[in-house]
């Protein structure tokens, strides 16, 4: 594959994750590039990068997933690389899933790929609480009916871009519920998006952000932001 491939690894307090998640991909192919967003940690997450010679961009205070990960779709534009690949710092994407994720693009067959636990429900896979899932089955069909292509597993976070999306999204990336609000982005400018499924564990150690008890409210808060995304001019 002669491709260049980049991994954005968002970090914020992921102390106890960060460095077993990057070596997990350095022993997977140790020609794919790496590169920490370290956003905002108040931990060690920033000195274990600089200590273990990880790639790091350092934010000097805590911008949010979607703003991390757009940091990454710039430097990854800026740097003319091929393929983007999110993958978060927390222990929770499989690594050995890359492959399947990333084939549709060098295929020519897709812009986007979205690592789903939803695809194959009878093969082993964490896949969250029953709350959780009711909120992603919701976001899912409103991001259908207002772009008129479903996604399956809106919130994941393990998901592959090729070049023209790294340009977009360098340019055009929302800040407040990324995942969900950027699929239904890609949709509205007819990008070519594709779910595979890919292996996903439980959290390793740390704390997500995102709580049980404001999984109700966090889903009212994404289909309001997705109808008002689905309004929003895109040039």
């Not at 003319?80 to 978060?88: E, L, S, T, V």
């Not at 049980?212 to 001019?233: E, G």
Request: hydrophobic content about 40%; charged content about 20%; aromatic content about 10%.
């Amino acid at each position: 594959m002669n491709k260049k491939v980049l991994f954005i690894i968002p970090a914020f307090n992921e102390e106890a994750n960060i460095l077993k998640a990057v070596q997990s991909i350095h022993q997977e192919n140790a020609e794919w590039d790496i590169l920490v967003i370290n956003d905002g940690s108040t931990d060690q997450t920033g000195q274990i990068c600089k200590d273990h010679q990880i790639p790091v961009i350092n934010l000097v205070m805590n911008l949010g997933i979607g703003g991390a990960v757009q940091t990454g779709y710039i430097y990854a534009h800026r740097h003319h690389y091929d393929i983007a690949i999110q993958f978060d710092g927390d222990g929770q994407h499989e690594i050995s899933s890359v492959y399947d994720l990333i084939q549709p693009i060098l295929d020519d067959k897709a812009d986007f790929v979205i690592g789903s636990r939803f695809i194959d429900k009878k093969r082993d896979n964490f896949q969250s609480s029953s709350l959780r899932r009711i909120g992603i089955r919701i976001i899912s069909a409103f991001i259908w009916v207002l772009s008129g292509k479903p996604v399956l597993d809106p919130t994941s976070g393990f998901r592959a871009a090729n070049k023209k999306v790294i340009e977009f999204f360098a340019t055009y990336y929302p800040t407040e519920f990324p995942e969900p609000e950027s699929n239904l982005m890609l949709n509205r400018k007819k990008f070519r998006t594709q779910e595979i499924y890919a292996r996903m564990h439980e959290r390793q150690g740390g704390t997500s952000s995102i709580r049980t008890w404001i999984s109700a409210y966090y889903m009212i808060n994404v289909c309001f932001s997705l109808v008002v995304t689905s309004l929003r001019k895109l040039d």
